[in-house]
């Protein structure tokens, strides 16, 4: 059985956010381009966070990967909100 410190699952925790992708951009601009907006600010955001992460050595107590994390929630969201839209309008 496998042990981890908190300092260890902390790093395993950042190393994963580290190389995880950003959202994909994937909603329509020609149907949704206020919801495909945001999905850009999103995404823009997301690697703005990877390259603060880096000039800081990855080394904020996990706050920038949980910031990431929320803005790959507000991406899903976008795209669930894209595709009821969708729904809507058949």
């Known amino acids: 059985m496998i042990k981890l410190t908190l300092s260890t ?3 395993l925790l950042v190393t ?6 950003p959202p994909v951009e994937d909603i329509s601009g020609r149907r949704h381009p206020n919801l ?3 999905q850009d600010l999103a995404h823009r955001a997301w690697e703005r ?3 603060a992460q880096k000039a800081n050595e990855w080394d904020m ?3 920038a990967a949980k910031a ?3 803005l790959d929630q507000v ?6 909100a894209a595709e009821a839209a969708n729904k809507g309008h058949r």
């Open 61 to 63: 107590d996990g706050h």
């Open 49 to 51: 966070i990877t390259a």
């Open 16 to 21: 994963t956010a580290a190389f995880a992708a």
């Open 36 to 38: 495909a907006a945001a």
């Open 9 to 11: 699952a902390a790093l």
């Open 75 to 80: 991406n899903n969201e976008l795209k669930m």
């Open 68 to 70: 990431k994390e929320l």
